[in-house]
């Protein structure tokens, strides 16, 4: 179900695989493996995903349908400047 999620969160905003592996640093290839379900998420691709679209880690894996994401209790640091970017274009 995780990989179902990943590629419609992604097709929501209208980008390719290999540009979403570049926005969180990794080969479109590795990324892909993700989206078939062939590889499992490891957490810290799974978080970068969840910040980068505003959602929770938990509604990405199916655990939840609930889109909205958690209340943070202190904002988390992201230190790829391309998620950011991305993410104020999606606003």
Same mark, same amino acid.
């Given at each position: 179900?995780? @990989? &179902? /999620?990943? +590629?419609? #969160? +992604? $097709?929501?905003?209208?980008? =390719? !695989?290999? &540009? #979403?592996? +570049?926005?969180?640093?990794?080969? !479109?290839?590795?990324?892909? &493996? @993700? $989206? =078939? ?5 490891? =957490? *810290?691709?799974?978080? *970068? ?5 505003? %959602? ?7 655990? %939840?349908?609930? *889109?909205?994401?958690? /209340? /943070? *209790?202190? $904002?988390?640091?992201?230190?790829? !400047? $391309?998620?950011?970017?991305? !993410? =104020?274009?999606?606003?």
């Amino acid at each position: 179900m995780a @990989y &179902q /999620r990943l +590629r419609d #969160l +992604r $097709e929501d905003v209208d980008l =390719t !695989q290999a &540009q #979403l592996a +570049r926005i969180i640093n990794m080969s !479109q290839p590795g990324y892909s &493996q @993700y $989206e =078939t379900g062939n590889n499992d998420i490891p =957490t *810290k691709i799974l978080i *970068k995903l969840a910040l980068f679209y505003d %959602t929770s880690v938990d509604y990405i894996l199916g655990v %939840t349908n609930t *889109k909205a994401p958690y /209340r /943070r *209790k202190k $904002e988390i640091y992201i230190d790829n !400047q $391309e998620i950011k970017k991305y !993410q =104020t274009n999606l606003k």
